[in-house]
């Protein structure tokens, strides 16, 4: 977690004028950022940044005793990690020009406009944050380091990839920001939400919901809740699970299935953390942690105009992706000895002890429905099991001869270490592939002299004709 958390969103107001600053911090406390100091005394800025975190500096250029256009390179030389924005009564460029050139993050022109503040004040936490977060994972990743190993506890792997995911949410988690999990059907998205409400330290709820197969109505109405006499039956007014989720984290799940005024509404939620209750023309403000996940391709979706466009990119701040388990194959010992462990447990049973050659067979298969298509397929084989040796049955009859899943891309690199056979397959080819390939290959070479082609693959004319008989025609032929 990143270690200056606590006050990731304060902010301080730098201003001579007792009503600006007054009025500053009303506006900044209404749009939901709650810690803002102020200071009308510019001469003691540097001592007060000096034993108080602060996120980011509004700060006014006119001021007696030390100016803003004096304090701002102060600030920039031993603070720089804190975005500042500039504010003057005086609308003149070269001043603006100026201040950004000395490392000002924006510029305000005063009397402020509301709108305007919150904007700038919202980018500037933003690129803080970024900017935290970037310096962070740095550190993560060239020490390899792991502070909360019990949080993740639940998700069984030994998986580098997997480790690398850890890292990123325990330096994300400290964010409000938005963080959107991807992955195959079965992969633990679930799994992954509720590791980063807990490494957020959120003393509210951890509240989930299910977006499949909800029309905008009930959507709504479950997310936002609804006023009294909204429609018919609501003869109450009732609290949404945002209401629930507030100080915590609403988790959304199956976002990809979402209609489009639906998706309108969670683009307001992420935007402004704002919402209408069905009904209501009053907004309320948000003060949930979002975290959502999908097992679709957006960007097919968006290209298909069933998916908004602004929305995905409001959704990609923090981005995480839930590898298949078909890629994660050093996890399968690991992922079968503890689901034997917990069905026999759960069906209390003694945990049987599983033939060698099982995890290879699980290897070999592609597993459409991931971890959670895995944890079924033992507990179903530990129900049947009587005693001795667990049996393969139960596996073969789901396996049976299948190979491995073809990836998508036969002509893409390997990754490091991969077997160079999937570079040109795609796959772990058959003999019978291999031979195909290498019988197409000689027969190119030697411009469909079946003789020549013969003698570069080490067998007679006659064989070689034989099994050209047998396979598609070669080209040259």
């Given at each position: 977690?990143?270690?200056?958390?606590?006050?990731?969103?304060?902010?301080l107001l730098i201003d001579d004028d007792a009503q600006i600053l007054e009025s500053c911090q009303s506006c900044l406390n209404s749009s939901?950022?709650?810690?803002?100091?102020?200071e009308s005394d510019s001469r003691t800025v540097m001592a007060l940044l000096a034993r108080e975190d602060v996120a980011i500096i509004v700060m006014d250029l006119r001021m007696p005793h030390l100016s803003g256009h004096e304090l701002l390179p102060q600030i920039v030389s031993k603070f720089p990690q804190i975005p500042v924005i500039v504010a003057t009564?005086?609308?003149?460029?070269?001043?603006?020009?100026?201040?950004?050139r000395e490392g000002a993050f924006d510029y305000l022109v005063k009397p402020i406009e509301v709108k305007r503040l919150v904007t700038s004040v919202k980018k500037a936490l933003e690129l803080r944050s970024l900017s935290s977060e970037l310096s962070v994972l740095k550190d993560y990743m060239f020490t390899d380091r792991l502070d909360h190993p019990d949080t993740f506890r639940s998700i069984v792997t030994g998986n580098k990839g997997m480790r690398a995911i850890f890292q990123y949410l325990e330096v994300i988690s400290g964010t409000r920001q938005p963080v959107m999990i991807t992955g195959e059907t079965g992969t633990g998205k679930e799994l992954i939400a509720r590791a980063i409400h807990t490494l957020s330290g959120s003393s509210g709820e951890y509240v989930a919901l299910n977006a499949a197969g909800l029309d905008d109505n009930m959507f709504s109405d479950t997310l936002f809740g609804h006023r009294k006499g909204a429609f018919t039956g609501a003869d109450q007014a009732r609290d949404g699970l945002i209401t629930r989720a507030a100080g915590g984290t609403l988790f959304l799940d199956e976002i990809g299935d979402l209609n489009e005024m639906s998706q309108v509404k969670l683009l307001r939620l992420l935007q402004e953390q704002e919402y209408y209750p069905v009904g209501s023309d009053f907004i309320k403000k948000s003060e949930a942690r979002i975290v959502l996940a999908t097992n679709r391709d957006l960007l097919d979706l968006i290209k298909r105009g069933k998916f908004r466009n602004d929305l995905y990119y409001r959704l990609c701040g923090h981005r995480v992706h839930l590898p298949p388990l078909r890629e994660r194959l050093d996890d399968i010992p690991l992922l079968l000895d503890h689901f034997l462990g917990a069905s026999a447990c759960c069906l209390g049973k003694k945990k049987p002890t599983p033939p060698p050659g099982l995890a290879v067979l699980l290897s070999l298969y592609h597993f459409p429905g991931n971890v959670r298509e895995f944890e079924a397929l033992v507990y179903d084989a530990v129900l049947r099991h009587t005693a001795g040796v667990l049996s393969m049955d139960t596996f073969r009859a789901v396996i049976g001869d299948e190979r491995p899943a073809q990836k998508s891309d036969p002509a893409a690199h390997p990754p490091s270490g991969e077997n160079p056979l999937n570079a040109i397959f795609g796959h772990f080819p058959t003999i019978d592939e291999v031979?195909?390939?290498?019988?197409?290959?000689?027969?190119?070479?030697?411009?469909?002299n079946q003789g020549m082609a013969g003698k570069i693959l080490g067998m007679g004319r006659q064989t070689l004709n034989k099994r050209l008989k047998t396979q598609s025609p070669c080209p040259g032929e």
């Open positions: 977690m990143i270690k200056e958390n606590k006050h990731m969103q304060r902010i939901g950022y709650k810690d803002v100091l102020t009564a005086s609308n003149d460029v070269d001043t603006a020009v100026n201040c950004i031979e195909e390939y290498m019988i197409r290959e000689a027969m190119k070479l030697s411009k469909g």
